[in-house]
């Protein structure tokens, strides 16, 4: 069964960094796009980034480029979110998601069918 776990999250000040995880199991992360979601509390879970397979297309939303970089480990089964300069804007509970190799990928909710449970970002002074 496709399974998708997040870790990494935490609370952090504005300008520093973290990487969140998204670890895989029941199928091999070469052969599905990910995507990176989040999600703030009263707002629609928007798209962060994805990744296409075998070192395809990776796409970043505007108000994260420059800041998060998205990789692969895949002899791990894992892909890596790495969020720098971080804001109070993106505190939000952060999400990846799967789905059968597609490219371009685009981070675009609907085109993506399997979900981790999420972990918390929060960035605060």
């Known amino acids: 069964q496709l399974q998708l776990v997040e870790s990494g999250g935490g609370l952090v000040q504005p300008g520093e960094s973290l990487r969140l995880s998204c670890a895989a199991s029941g199928f091999t992360l070469d052969d599905y796009t990910i995507g990176w979601f989040r999600q703030a509390p009263g707002k629609e879970r928007e798209g962060v980034s994805c990744?296409?397979?075998?070192?395809?297309?990776?796409v970043y939303a505007d108000f994260v480029k420059d800041r998060f970089s998205i990789s692969r480990d895949n002899a791990k089964n894992t892909v890596y979110l790495q969020m720098n300069s971080l804001k109070p804007e993106d505190t939000a509970v952060y999400y990846c998601?799967?789905?059968?190799?597609?490219?371009?990928?685009?981070?675009?909710?609907?085109?993506?069918?399997?979900w981790g449970q999420g972990t918390q970002v929060t960035v605060s002074s």
């Open positions: 998601a799967a789905e059968r190799d597609f490219s371009p990928c685009t981070p675009v909710r609907r085109d993506f069918t399997s």
């Open positions: 990744s296409s397979s075998n070192g395809g297309r990776t």
